[in-house]
Each structure stands twice: as structure tokens, then as C-alpha cells.
């Protein structure tokens, strides 16, 4: 299983926008479809957005569609979330996983998130 690690978290003001990293460590990195996932104060942590092994395929949640980008670089090892627009709502520790099918239960283990938080 890879090894993951979340950062580029930020405080920001609406409207503002963050890039988010996950790093994986090991060669397989390009093996596994990746997610983005968040948890708010006092909510379930929550599936944001999806992409496929080679970067062709990508999801979105209602909530961030049209303004969250993911992308991946299998050469280093890495997956972006740029998040634009961004509004309090957004507000949550953001946290990536690999091969969990965007389901919370699915995820074996977690890393420790970055925070974002955004103000109105």
C-alpha cells in the first residue's frame, strides 16, 4: 500500500483559492485511483473528488463541481487538488486516499489531513 502525505492547506478569505498536494511514496503510486475526501467541524468526513490511475478519468462532488480541479503526476508521485472560489463552506481537513472507490469505510488507513479554512 502507498504511503500518503497531505499539504498546501491554508487560511484564506472567500473567494480565494489553495492548491492542495498528496504525495505518495514507493513505485505503485500509479497502480491505485486516488481521492480527495474532507471532514468538517462537527460533520462526517465526506468524499470530494475522484481521479482514475492514468489522470483521464475525474469526478466531483455537487458541492465543489465547477470550481475544484484534481489532477495527478504519476512520474512524481503526486496528486493535486486546486480549489477556486472557495467559500467558508469549505472549511475542513482535507485528506487523500488511494484505492477506497471514494468510500470513507473503504480507506485503511488515513493520513494526517492539512487544514483549510476559509473566511467570509
Known amino acids: 500500500q502507498v504511503r500518503l502525505v497531505e499539504s498546501g492547506g491554508g487560511l484564506v478569505q472567500a473567494g480565494d483559492s489553495l492548491r492542495l498536494s498528496c504525495t505518495g511514496s514507493?513505485?505503485?503510486?500509479?497502480?491505485?485511483?486516488m481521492d480527495w475526501f474532507r471532514q468538517a467541524p462537527g460533520k462526517d468526513r465526506e468524499w470530494v473528488a475522484g481521479i482514475s490511475r492514468s489522470g483521464g478519468g475525474k469526478e466531483y462532488a455537487d458541492s465543489v463541481k465547477g470550481r475544484f480541479t484534481i489532477s495527478r503526476d504519476n512520474t512524481r508521485n503526486i496528486m493535486y487538488l486546486q480549489m477556486n472560489n472557495l467559500k467558508p463552506e469549505d472549511t475542513a481537513v482535507y485528506y487523500c486516499?488511494?484505492?477506497?472507490?471514494?468510500?470513507?469505510?473503504?480507506?485503511?488507513?488515513w493520513g494526517q489531513g492539512t487544514q483549510v479554512t476559509v473566511s467570509s
Open positions: 486516499a488511494a484505492d477506497s472507490l471514494g468510500i470513507v469505510k473503504l480507506v485503511k488507513s
Open positions: 514507493g513505485r505503485t503510486f500509479g497502480n491505485y485511483a
